[in-house]
């Protein structure tokens, strides 16, 4: 539980680096995509049979901490950590689902958010109506891009797992996420 606590806030200012006043709104989207993100991993893996556990990764997070600074928060390492899946047998398909699954809770939670923004925006003050844009707008991105992040297929990044297993799915899938990321975010 520490390592996913740690995690979460290296993340949360990482992604907050020039924008530290909107840090809770990151804090709460980058949590909650992080965290969903590798329980849906280990509840994939355990419906495999598998064990699975996260761990924080003290050279991931320096990096991320690095590319965070360098790149003024707009490009970020964000793996400051991985569910160790523990097997005796995976099949590639079993290890390819299990490493799409993160990827994919993100990409619903962005739609998640949007929909959840959209309907606080609708009736409220400005204050809301500002506050319901700051949402929608770091819920979206951050979940779009850890899913595409953890897309990229170098490993030990879940895209290496699934281009694998199936590289039509992950092609589709990444030609999805970066329209999303780079076309309208």
């Known amino acids: ?41 280990r509840f994939v893996a355990n ?50 689902i299990i490493s799409i699954s993160g990827a994919l809770m993100n990409f619903l939670l962005a739609i998640l958010f949007l929909f959840i923004g959209v309907a606080i925006g609708l009736k409220g003050t400005p204050t809301a109506l500002d506050l319901a844009a700051s949402f929608i707008r770091f819920g979206t991105y951050m979940n779009l891009y850890l899913a595409f992040f953890n897309m990229i297929p170098i490993p030990p990044l879940d895209g290496s797992k699934v281009i694998s297993w199936n590289f039509p799915i992950w092609a589709a899938f990444m030609l999805i996420l970066v329209i999303l990321v780079f076309g309208i975010f």
């Open 1 to 41: 539980m520490l390592d996913i606590i740690v995690s979460v806030l290296a993340l949360a200012f990482a992604f907050s680096i020039n924008r530290l006043e909107f840090f809770p709104i990151i804090l709460l989207t980058v949590g909650v995509g992080f965290v969903a993100h590798e329980l849906a991993h």
């Open 47 to 96: 419906h495999y049979g598998a064990k699975a556990f996260y761990r924080a990764w003290p050279g991931g997070l320096l990096l991320m901490f690095a590319m965070a600074f360098v790149s003024g928060g707009r490009f970020l390492f964000a793996a400051p950590g991985a569910v160790y899946i523990y097997s005796s047998y995976l099949s590639k398909r079993e290890n390819g």
